[in-house]
C-alpha cells in the first residue's frame, strides 16, 4: 500500500547561511544543512529515527516531500532610483 508524503519545510536562513527544515508530520524534526542535497541525506537518516522514537507505525520505507524556499532579490539595469 502506497503511503502519503510526509511533508517536509525547508527555508533558507540567510544570516546562518544555511538551510533549515521542520516538519508538522514529523513531531521533533528542526535541523539544517548548507545544501538542499545535504539537508535531504540528513532527513533520510533522521526521520525514521524520530518516527521510531515517536511511535510511529513502521514502515520500511517513508516517503517524504520537501518544499524549498528563499527570497532572493533581482535588480534592473539602467533606472534610476
Known sequence: MSRKPL???AEWDEE???WVA???DVPG????GDTVEGLI???????PELLDANGAEQEY????EILTRRFEIAQRKGLDV
Open 22 to 24: 521542520t516538519s508538522d
Open 7 to 9: 511533508f517536509v519545510r
Open 29 to 32: 524534526l528542526a535541523t539544517e
Open 41 to 47: 541525506e540528513k532527513l533520510k537518516i533522521m526521520i
Open 16 to 18: 546562518a547561511h544555511v
Open 61 to 64: 520505507e517513508v516517503p517524504f
